[in-house]
Each structure stands twice: as structure tokens, then as C-alpha cells.
């Protein structure tokens, strides 16, 4: 049934493709489909089924995204499953009371400390804007603390081609010139303007971060109701077109070069307008995309840890907790709003992103499956004991008590009389925190490397926050 629904759904995108068309805000990008047999009209493209899928089947099915320590080298695609602290552009952080205000620098330092100390990521990127930079280009300062203070992969930000410029010039500097140009160091995203429109900023860092060998994630974000039609069939269609666009483009400004098909598309309430990301209907969106993503043969993008909730509450664990877990089901590839996030991607808070590193730590190990062997099936300690015994003191449980559950940092368990509950997890929390950020030791980097890329930014006239 669901490969007889990605058929429709296929369909319908190719129908849109070739009848209706997309706009591209770029002479560039249209030069680009002239040269290559794309048919336009002005700023208008249309495209063939035939051209969809030739152009499509050029991408990698699978690529790496190299580190400055090679233990955190991230495979994308394929059966991987690979998570991301999210992107770099939060300009809200909320507290846990509730408070919303002003990311600052700490705050952004703090996220890389917390990132850089999390096994599950192989990542990193600060997640929000800290308020002290006020340049127009604000992402080169923060991507030479993103250097200084992780040695895990790089995620590069948005913002258009003087930011995309500046973020190849320091990888080179990072790791040579000819490195760059054999290896991915870096992931951005390219956003579409939906309905079926991409701006110049965003084909202007397609076009860059391609042509220079970088990988880029294609992450439509399709509002049903506003931006694409109320159904949701009708806004997973504009998506995939949107998305298969953005996979072309890539193809044809070099072949071969490492994209990531994505989504980003949900709903609206159409009770006041707002975008939610926190429901059942983005779970089917990112259930279609990685479907879709398979079909076309490229790596995925979808889900996290999505909620609408404005602070760490009931709403926020239960929404998460119901998206991170259609995403692990769905297969997808790579996870880019894995912690932190609350109100509709809006803010991020250090709090939810220590809680929704447990809610992920419990559902891998859910993912994992139940262990079938002789050890597991215990056979041998059921015979030894019988009925009527116990298995507290037996050996089979002191070996195997530590990996045979989930224990967890934060959740309060056994007896609650006398305890505050709410104080106690708060407490877990901060604790967690402490000891992450307590244990955390700033790699290595050649002074040589820091000076110059500290020149770089002085002298193209970035702020430098130390």
C-alpha cells in the first residue's frame, strides 16, 4: 500500500514538474537548465520525467562528511541513520521557567561544549545566533568557534553566497585547498520558497558549496493550508518537487557532488495560521520523504525531536517523543533537529536539548530490538534457579544487568514519597549538564591554523568574538 501511495505521489510531483513548473530567482540556475535542455520560460522552469530522473540518478546514493578527528567521519545515506544537533540560526533561547530572550555567546558556546561531549552526535553547529554579532554575514564568526571549540563535522549554515564563500575559505584553511576539493567537510542548508520558487541566496549557496565539493541538504519546508494545499498528499507533492529541484541543481552544477533530499514540510493550524511540526501529520511527511528518498535512490533528511510547545513541558516530551520515534521508524538518514528545539523551530533551550538526548538514547535502544541468543534466552540460569527462586543474586544478572535495560540520567524511578518530583528531574538535569560541560576539554588546533584563520576574518572585515 505504501509503495502503491509513493507511486500517486511520484506521479503527481512529475505532473507538476512539467505542467506548472518552478521558479528560480536566478540567472544563474536558468543559464544552468538552458545549457542542459531544460525548458524555460523567463524565470520558469519545467522539467521532463526523463530529465527528473537522469538528473536525479547522477547524485550519490551514499557519501561522507569528513571531520578534523577521523572517529567522527559521518556516513550519509544507505541504511545509516546519522543525528544532528540542528542548524545555527535560533534567535530565541527560552529557559526553563519559560523565559524567552536573547541567545548570547555563552549560550552558543555552552551548545558546542554539550554537542561536542554527546555520543550521538558526529556534528556540530551552535544552534543559535548569539546577540553580540551584528554583521549582515554573521555565520564566519561562528563558524571559527564551531572550529575552535569541536573537531566534529561542520555544519555550514545559509545565508547566501558571501556567507557560503566565507565558510569554503576557512575549510581551506582548516584543511588545505586540495582536501576541499576531494573531500565534503561541511553541511548547509538549502531552503526552497515555497510554493515552488527558490530566491538567489539560497541557489547562490547550492551553486558554491556544490561546485566546491560541500555537501547540502535540500529542506523544503511545504505549509499545508498556506504554502501547499490543505490535503496533505497535495503539500507532499509540491515538497518532493521542491526537493528534486534542489537535487538537479546540485547534479548539474557538478556531478556527483554529495546531496541530502530533505524535508522540513507539515501543516498548519488553520485555527490561527501557525506552522506545527509537532503533530501527526509531520510524521507522515518525514514517513513519505525518507519512502520517496529510497524510490529516487538518494540519502534523507526529516523529523528530530519536533514539537510547537514554547517551553519544556508535557507537550514538548510527548510531541517530541512521537516525531523522534517516527523518524527512527521511517529509516531516515539524516536526523537534522535531533535536540533542543521548542515553538515551531523558533528557540532552542539547553534544557530540552539534555531531555531530548535521553528521549533519543531510549528509543535507539527501542530501535535496537529484542536480543535473541543463548545468553538472552537465559535457558541455563532458568533451569539452575526454578520456580519458586530468584534472580537478584545470580551471576547471569551482575554480567548482564548494565546493557540488559535502559538505565536513565534524568527520569525518576522507585519509591516517591517525600520526593519533589519536579525539583528532583530539574536537578537530574542541571546535573547532566554540569557533568557534560565539567568533562568537556577543547580539542587541538595548530596555532598556525588559529592566526590565520583569525587573519582571514579581520581582514574581510568579520566580527571576532573570543
Not at 101 to 106: F, G, K, L, N, S
Not at 230 to 246: D, H, M, Q, R
Not at 310 to 315: D, E, T, Y
Amino acid at each position: 500500500m505504501n509503495r502503491h501511495k509513493v507511486n500517486l505521489l511520484h506521479d503527481a510531483t512529475m505532473n507538476i514538474m512539467e505542467n506548472v513548473g518552478m521558479v528560480f530567482f536566478s540567472d544563474e540556475i536558468i543559464d544552468l537548465f538552458k545549457k542542459n535542455g531544460i525548458r524555460t520560460d523567463g524565470k520558469r522552469a519545467y522539467f521532463t520525467e526523463k530529465q527528473v530522473m537522469d538528473w536525479v540518478g547522477k547524485a550519490p546514493s551514499e557519501f561522507m562528511i569528513h571531520a578534523r578527528n577521523d572517529k567522527y567521519n559521518m556516513t550519509v545515506g544507505g541504511n545509516n541513520i546519522e543525528f544532528g544537533p540542528g542548524n545555527s540560526g535560533s534567535t530565541i533561547m527560552t529557559d526553563y521557567d519559560g523565559t524567552e530572550r536573547e541567545p548570547t555567546y555563552d549560550d552558543f558556546i555552552k551548545f558546542l561544549k554539550i554537542t561536542q561531549q554527546s555520543d550521538n552526535f558526529k556534528i556540530n553547529s551552535g544552534n543559535v545566533l548569539p546577540c553580540e554579532i551584528k554583521s549582515e554575514v554573521p555565520f564566519p564568526q561562528m563558524l571559527y568557534s564551531i572550529m575552535d571549540y569541536s573537531d566534529k563535522c561542520i555544519f555550514g549554515g545559509n545565508g547566501g553566497l558571501r556567507e557560503s564563500q566565507g565558510i569554503i575559505d576557512m575549510l581551506r584553511i582548516m584543511f588545505g585547498e586540495d582536501e576541499v576539493k576531494k573531500r565534503a567537510y561541511s553541511l548547509s542548508i538549502v531552503s526552497s520558497a515555497s510554493p515552488l520558487q527558490y530566491d538567489k541566496n539560497m541557489t547562490d549557496t547550492l551553486i558554491e558549496c556544490s561546485k566546491n565539493n560541500q555537501a547540502v541538504v535540500i529542506s523544503p519546508a511545504v505549509m499545508g493550508g498556506t504554502t501547499g494545499p490543505v490535503t496533505l498528499a497535495g503539500t507532499i507533492a509540491i515538497s518532493n518537487a521542491e526537493s528534486l529541484a534542489g537535487v538537479i541543481m546540485t547534479q548539474m552544477v557538478k556531478e556527483g557532488s554529495p546531496v541530502i533530499y530533505g524535508s522540513a514540510t507539515a501543516s498548519n493550524d488553520m485555527r490561527n495560521g501557525s506552522f506545527c511540526i509537532g503533530t501527526p501529520e509531520s510524521t507522515l511527511c518525514i514517513e513519505y520523504c525518507s519512502e520517496l528518498a529510497k524510490l529516487y535512490g538518494v540519502p534523507s533528511r526529516g523529523g528530530g525531536t519536533l514539537t510547537d510547545a514554547r517551553n519544556l513541558s508535557v507537550q514538548s516530551a510527548y510531541e517530541s517523543t512521537m516525531v523522534l520515534f517516527a523518524t527512527l521508524k521511517a529509516g531516515i538518514n539524516y536526523v537534522l533537529h535531533t535536540a533542543g528545539f521548542l515553538g515551531s523551530y523558533n528557540s532552542m533551550s539547553h534544557e530540552k536539548f539534555i531531555v531530548d538526548l535521553e528521549i533519543l538514547d531510549m528509543l535507539k535502544k527501542y530501535n535496537d530490538g529484542l536480543k535473541v541468543d543463548e545468553n538472552n534466552l537465559a535457558v541455563d540460569v532458568i533451569k539452575e534457579i526454578g520456580p519458586g527462586g530468584q534472580y537478584l543474586t545470580a551471576n547471569h544478572t551482575f554480567e548482564n544487568f548494565r546493557n540488559s535495560s535502559f538505565i536513565p540520567n534524568l527520569a525518576n524511578r522507585g519509591p516517591i514519597l517525600g520526593i519533589d518530583q519536579e525539583k528532583e528531574f530539574k536537578n537530574n538535569i542541571d546535573n547532566k549538564m554540569n557533568q557534560m560541560l565539567s568533562s568537556y576539554e577543547k580539542p587541538y588546533m595548530p596555532e598556525d591554523t588559529r592566526r590565520s584563520l583569525t587573519k582571514y576574518l579581520e581582514g574581510n572585515g568579520y566580527q571576532l568574538i573570543k
